[in-house]
């Protein structure tokens, strides 16, 4: 009797455990039992996971957020735990609770994890058990349950027979129509989903009617139904006939670019491209390219930057035979006005993409028409205005070729290279591995290189150590065999300079090209020039030597670090200057070690 009672009591222990742990206060051990959860139901078998686990688990509901979010995803993976697709239904109770949560996220972890299970139903259990679950949330009380509803019609719709299709078309036109402004916006960014799986007689008699009423929502805080109804608007015109998008969604399309919320017609503009797609070419070219006007030159700069950002790709998908006129007449009036605009974001994101119309005019309009918008955005004060031109400059390349690049825009980065406010030039010579990438070496070697020797004299600090960075990108870029036929030499005559400082540059050169040159250029080549400046009758010069011995040590063939390193450093070591000194002991070691 007593070995009796001691199996069944060892048969519970799973269970005690976690009712134990989920009762205690400690929240981080209640979240641990959570994710043990697989473990416990792998020691507790198919059937007692059914029958006792699953119970329990939808009985204590009531916990932290932290736990019940991590209840609710180990949830969605429990299938083969409860014994596989025939049982995955006893997982729908839990769920169902977890759904009416007061917690968004708790809700839209649950949602996710029954979509995740939906499709292992049957079809007959998917109808007795799934589609209850639906139609209990979608009538709930509260509205927490009629959102966490909305989430589940499309992946259930497909599967059941048109009686039960009927009445989930109903519930959701309820909920289209939920007194709680949540619901309608839940239901608002699903109807598009939902769209999808729909048959077309009843997306025409049941669903646009309700996204029609969507679209014109005017309860307080409701604009957010309002722009959640634009992204409805893409899927269902890509699921319908030419003349049914101008019949029963472009009126509704029409009034959201002219919408009073500022959101609702940013998210017309950023959603742009896809609704350009979705009604085609004639309907693009009749209400699509006014509407674009509109959004370019709206009044919130928001919505005229996310318009100024589609302006490559709106052009792009226009009909080939009316493409350039249509750029011509109707988008570039308003693009060289952005240009100049007072915001800087909307100037960014239009040079972001300004540089993409120039493979679709052609040479002629981008030498007439584009090169003096960029010309005008090179020189503009905002730094991401400039890179955004910079960056995307082979577009331009591959359309009018570098000559004439090189005498349109070239002046324009060389006058900015040499301004006045330090802080220009160094953004010019933060743009240079990029520009030197997109130009090519030889191009570069001819135009640009002399510049980027220039900075390293420059009189501000600043400028002459980020110059010093610039020439090692650029050798990354070409190779270690093009710095020592150009940059090298050039580094090397800077320790020959009267003005020590240049001399230090000329150090520093050495410490970051020594890295991406390789031992045999920076043993035979660059190494003898600083042992020579060991004797530099400048204390600030040796001491740097020394430093820069130690930095470029690893960098070396090692007979060079015996041989010739080491004797020169001994007698820096010994010099009169205790800065001298002191670095010199430090350098050697730092080479011995």
């Known amino acids: 009797m007593a070995a009796s009672d001691s199996t069944t009591d060892d048969s519970l222990y799973p269970i005690a455990v976690l009712i134990d742990e989920l009762k205690n206060e400690d ?10 959860l697989s473990t416990i139901a792998l020691a507790l078998g ?29 949830l969605g993976t429990f299938t083969p735990l409860v014994g596989g697709p025939e049982f995955v239904h006893c997982l729908l ?15 839209d972890k649950a949602v996710e994890s029954l979509r995740n299970i939906a499709s292992q139903h049957s079809p007959a259990n998917l109808e007795a058990y799934f589609v209850r679950l639906v139609q209990r949330l979608a009538a709930g009380d509260w509205f927490t349950s009629r959102t966490s509803a909305c989430g589940l019609f499309s992946v259930c719709y497909t ?29 608002a960014s699903k109807l598009g989903e939902f769209a999808k799986v729909v048959e077309v007689e009843y997306l025409k008699s049941d669903l646009i009617p309700m996204f029609v009423i969507l679209a014109q929502d005017e309860q307080a805080s409701s604009d957010s139904v309002r722009l959640l109804a634009v992204e409805a608007c893409v899927s269902i015109a890509t699921l319908l006939q030419q003349e049914d998008v101008e019949q029963l969604v472009m009126p509704t399309l029409r009034r959201c670019t002219g919408d009073t919320s500022w959101r609702v ?6 959603k742009f491209t896809d609704l350009q797609k979705a009604v085609g070419q004639e309907i693009t070219k009749t209400d699509l390219v006014p509407a674009f006007q509109a959004l370019l030159k709206d009044t919130e700069a928001e919505v005229r930057a996310a318009a100024a950002n589609k302006v ?3 052009c792009q998908n226009l009909d080939q035979f009316n493409q350039e006129s249509i750029i011509m007449t109707n988008v570039l009036p308003y693009v060289k006005e952005l240009v100049a605009d007072p915001n800087q974001h909307v100037k960014s994101a239009l040079a972001s993409v300004i540089m993409g119309l120039s493979p679709i005019l052609g040479k002629h309009n981008t030498i007439e028409h584009l090169l003096p ?3 005008s955005q090179l020189k503009d004060e905002c730094p991401e205005v400039r890179l955004n031109i910079i960056s995307n400059l082979d577009c331009v390349n591959e359309v009018i070729g570098i000559q004439q690049l090189s005498q349109s825009l070239l002046p324009a980065i060389v006058e900015l290279a040499e301004d006045s406010k330090w802080r220009v030039r160094l953004a010019i010579i933060e743009y240079m591995p990029l520009l030197a990438g997109q130009l090519g070496v030889e191009f570069f070697d001819e135009k640009l290189n002399s510049l980027c020797m220039t900075w390293l004299v420059d009189h501000v600090y600043a400028i002459r150590e980020a110059a010093t960075l610039n020439l090692k990108k650029l050798v990354e870029k070409f190779g270690p065999e093009w710095a020592q036929n150009t940059v090298i030499p050039k ?15 000329c150090l520093f050169c050495i410490n970051v090209l020594a890295e991406v040159c390789g031992p045999d250029i920076t043993t035979k080549v660059m190494l003898p020039t600083v042992l020579a400046m060991a004797n530099d009758n400048v204390a600030n010069v040796r001491f740097n030597v020394a430093k820069t011995l130690q930095r470029i040590g690893p960098y070396l063939e090692a007979s060079a670090v015996q041989t010739q390193v080491k004797p020169v450093l001994d007698k820096l070591n010994t010099d009169s200057d205790v800065d001298v000194k002191y670095f010199a002991s430090e350098a050697i070691a730092g080479i011995a070690a």
């Not at 017609?265 to 950023?270: L, T």
């Open 27 to 36: 929240v981080q051990l209640r979240l641990n039992s959570i994710k043990k």
């Open 46 to 74: 198919v059937e007692r996971t059914r029958s006792e686990l699953i119970p329990f688990l939808t009985e204590t509901i009531y916990d932290e957020d932290e736990v019940l979010l991590a209840l609710a995803e180990q």
């Open 93 to 107: 109770p839990p769920l169902e609770s977890l759904a009416t949560v007061e917690e968004t996220v708790v809700r």
């Open 159 to 187: 599967r059941v027979s048109s009686a039960i299709k009927a009445e989930l078309r109903n519930h959701f036109r309820n909920l289209c129509q939920d007194d709680t402004p949540m619901v309608r916006r839940s239901a």
């Open 265 to 270: 017609r940013y998210m017309v503009a950023d």
């Open 312 to 314: 490559r790709d709106f």
């Open 373 to 375: 918008l960029f010309l």
């Open 491 to 505: 580094v090397l005559a800077m320790s020959r300079d009267q003005n020590y400082l240049h001399r230090m540059t």
